[in-house]
């Protein structure tokens, strides 16, 4: 029975959960993450699509693997706040981006990472369509995540395309409440080393990241089960928000800086990191633990979820080829108020049954 002053602690440890997440983020994360584009000559897009995308998504990731090891109807959780996050992914985050700034992004990136969006989407309906998991399955999930990685590397040889970097916003001033919480930021700085060290501040922050990601979850899990509301829709909603969060920073933070593209990636290139390696990964782990070629999965509500993927993609790749590959306020505005409705129609549908 959760008591009404653990519920009061779980809103406050979600809140410090947010923060803190945004101060790695901001800090730490994005800083190492532009020192290893630099050092290995990757582009923007490049940069986004695979390591911030990668980093940032480790969250859904350990929730998998944890929702894998209770088994049972847990495993609804793991797939349900990988669908969610890959929606809210898709519309707020890009949305946001939106919001943040207007921008011309390069059309080559991003159709290349709606290309490969849609076949993770086909990948994932085509292995949950009979209830089963087959290790032939997962292999395909990681080989065709390989095949991305491959083509990311190298699409801007293939395919000549300029950098856009548009110009860059100067307001840095810190909100007066911050100072309140500067021995919190003190703390955490002594946890990383000297910014010089690229791949250790790297390393560290994906670390921070995860950890942070598990006690917004575990949060989020007490105050939703005190409020009664449904595992499924735990994942897709609450879940799949808390685990997006430092996809959403991280987005928004780039979006500042001038560089769209790279932040728009970094939203489709979680997407794809979810579906192939935070669930592929763990399933495979699972197979093998088991010592069979498969195993059942469950698969209410979530094929519908599925298709409501499926149907958003292609509408967003609609927008950008009418926007002409620009994003601005009245797209955020569209982007984010369909999350709205969506969230609205699985809670109603929720009452309902």
Known sequence: MITFTTFLLSILALLLSFYLLNEVTDRFFIPSLDGIAHRTNMSDDAAGAT??????????????????????????????????????????????VALVRNAKIAWQPMFRDIIFYIGSIILLYWA???GAIKIMEVFIFLVFYGVYVLAVMNWKRWFHYERIVEEVDDDDDDPKWKKYLKPLDFIVGKFFPDK???????????????????????????????????KYIIALTILAFGTSVPDMISSIIVAKQG????????????????????????????????????????TTNINEQILILMGSIIAVFGIFLITKWRVNRFVGVLLIGSYMAYLTFIIVEASLK
């Open 51 to 96: 390591l911030m995308a990668a980093g940032s998504s480790a969250p859904e990731l350990f929730i998998a693997i944890i929702a894998l090891i209770y088994g049972g109807d847990n495993l609804e959780i793991g797939v349900g706040t990988i669908v969610g996050s890959a929606l809210f992914n898709l519309l707020v985050i890009v949305g946001a």
């Open 128 to 130: 949950f369509n009979d």
């Open 196 to 230: 010089k060290y690229i791949y250790g501040n790297f390393v560290i922050s994906i670390a921070f990241i995860a950890l942070l990601s598990w006690a917004l979850v575990s949060s989020a899990v007490v105050i939703c089960e005190y409020l009664g509301i449904p």
């Open 259 to 298: 560089r769209g593209g790279m932040a728009i990636s970094n939203a489709l290139g979680s997407n794809i990191f979810d579906i192939l390696i935070g669930l592929g990964l763990p399933w495979l782990v699972m197979a093998m633990i088991k010592g069979k070629n498969g195993f059942e999965v469950i």
